[in-house]
T-cell receptor
Framework: KAGVTQTPRYLIKTRGQQVTLSCSPISGHRSVSWYQQTPGQGLQFLFEYFSETQRNKGNFPGRFSGRQFSNSRSEMNVSTLELGDSALYLC???????????FGQGTRLTVV | KQEVTQIPAALSVPEGENLVLNCSFTDSAIYNLQWFRQDPGKGLTSLLLIQSSQREQTSGRLNASLDKSSGRSTLYIAASQPGDSATYLCAVKEKNDNAGNMLTFGGGTRLMVKP
């Protein structure tokens, strides 16, 4: 069974640009959550999608948005990139009724 | 607001030692607690999941305990090996319908096992 797949693995963007990250959950998992990891703030929750609906949102500005498709794949978008958005972005998937979270390898975003 | 703390932040031990990593959380209304391992620049690997009704879980050389009333969990690693070197993170899932599957993470313990 394939694990959680995140693409791309690495990205370099310029300030002011926008970026889209992708996450394919484990087959059959309908919940996808996104996290930002930085050395200073650690792992912080961005948002969760379940059955194409945003179920919960963390304390991040509106520049961070996401969506989920009918096949449960999810995308995260960051607009008007800032230097402080440089981070490892991780997504996690969970099965319905299961509370164990499985994480992908992450996307390393560098904003220059 | 749930806060999760891990002590120590870093730990260096010689190979073969048994060691304990600590995790504490402020709100005992949790569904479960999960321990993860993270290698540098990589994603998180789930090690153990303890449901709120359980006291401990074991997997190979790893044993995790949970004392929900005191807001504490420990991860015990027996006979440590250099391959155990990584950052270990604990995370709690709150008992709150509005939280969905959101996890609140501790800052992690960076472990180095020296040959």
């Amino acid at each position: 069974k394939a694990g959680v797949t995140q693409t791309p693995r690495y990205l370099i963007k310029t300030r002011g640009q926008q970026v889209t990250l992708s996450c394919s959950p484990i087959s059959g998992h309908r919940s996808v959550s996104w996290y930002q990891q930085t050395p200073g703030q650690g792992l912080q929750f961005l948002f969760e999608y379940f059955s194409e609906t945003q179920r919960n949102k963390g304390n991040f500005p509106g520049r961070f948005s996401g969506r989920q498709f009918s096949n449960s794949r999810s995308e995260m978008n960051v607009s008007t990139l800032e230097l402080g958005d440089s981070a490892l972005y991780l997504c996690a998937s969970s099965a319905t009724g299961s509370t164990e979270a499985f994480f992908g390898q992450g996307t390393r975003l560098t904003v220059v | 607001k749930q806060e999760v703390t891990q002590i120590p932040a870093a730990l260096s031990v010689p190979e073969g030692e048994n060691l304990v990593l600590n995790c504490s959380f402020t709100d005992s209304a949790i569904y479960n607690l999960q321990w993860f391992r993270q290698d540098p620049g990589k994603g998180l690997t789930s090690l153990l999941l303890i449901q709120s009704s359980q006291r401990e879980q074991t997997s190979g050389r790893l044993n995790a305990s949970l004392d929900k009333s005191s807001g504490r969990s420990t991860l015990y690693i027996a006979a440590s090996q250099p391959g155990d070197s990584a950052t270990y993170l604990c995370a709690v899932k709150e008992k709150n319908d509005n939280a969905g599957n959101m996890l609140t993470f501790g800052g992690g313990t960076r472990l180095m096992v020296k040959p």
